[in-house]
């Protein structure tokens, strides 16, 4: 069964400061990756995605995230945050079909993001 | 093109009874997939509608059930509430034929079950 895993429940940046968001998964191929950001009280917006290719992504609001095969990976980066990017953020899996014959899309926990001046 | 939108934004149930609630994708969007959010389980994956049918489902009880319309619209209804359904419903819809491309996510509907 595929799984998604969001180490860092909250992390706290300085503005202006880069940032990295890891997210690890779990399945025996190749999945479909994805990152999204909820505001609050908002619904979910797509970042980026990964479904096969070159294995650096370029998204939305200057963030980026890389696949790692070896490390089951899919870190997400920003070089420079801004104080508009303080939100949660989730990676997604999206795999194959479970036992019932269905798609099946694997949502983690989320990262809290704080941005301090 | 307007958003995904989703009505009501609110609502406050009581156990034992029922909701309905309601979700307008995005013009031309063929399929809408809904999601529950808590604070414990986290996003969970409810089901997908697609051109009237339902395509992908999640583990959710039989409680849990959906519809689409002729015009894409779609509607969840949760029946015999229980207090462990108070979450945000959040609906997407997509264009494509797949769950594995891009959803937009509208505001989500906030059940409170007392």
């Known amino acids: 069964a595929q799984s998604v895993t969001q180490p860092d429940i909250h992390i706290t940046v300085s503005e202006g400061a880069s940032l990295e968001l890891r997210c690890n998964y779990s399945?025996?191929?190749?999945?479909?990756l994805f990152w999204y950001v909820q505001s609050p009280g908002q619904g979910l917006q797509l970042l980026l995605k990964?479904?096969?290719?070159?294995?650096l992504v370029q998204g939305i609001k200057g963030f980026e995230a890389e696949f790692k095969r070896s490390q089951s990976s899919f870190n997400l980066r920003k070089p420079s945050v801004h104080w508009s990017d303080a939100a949660e953020y989730f990676c997604?899996?999206?795999?194959?079909?479970?036992?019932?014959?269905?798609?099946?899309?694997?949502f983690g926990t989320g990262t809290k993001l704080q941005v301090i001046p | 093109k307007a958003g995904v939108t989703q009505t009501p934004r609110y609502l406050i149930k009581t156990r034992g009874q029922q909701v309905t609630l309601s979700c307008s994708p995005i013009?031309?969007?063929?399929?809408v997939s809904w999601y529950q959010q808590t604070p414990g389980q986290g996003l969970q994956f409810l089901f997908e509608y697609f051109s009237e049918t339902q395509r992908n489902k999640g583990n959710f009880p039989g409680r849990f059930s959906g519809r689409q319309f002729s015009n894409s619209r779609s509607e969840m209804n949760v029946s015999t509430l229980e207090l462990g359904d108070s979450a945000l419903y959040l609906c997407?819809?997509?264009?494509?034929?797949?769950?594995?491309?891009?959803?937009?996510f509208g505001p989500g509907t906030r059940l409170t079950v007392l």
């Open positions: 990964y479904f096969s290719g070159d294995t």
């Open positions: 013009s031309g969007h063929r399929s």
């Open positions: 399945y025996g191929a190749t999945p479909y």
């Open positions: 997604a899996v999206g795999a194959g079909l479970d036992s019932g014959g269905y798609q099946k899309v694997t």
């Open positions: 997407a819809s997509s264009s494509t034929g797949t769950l594995y491309n891009e959803q937009f």
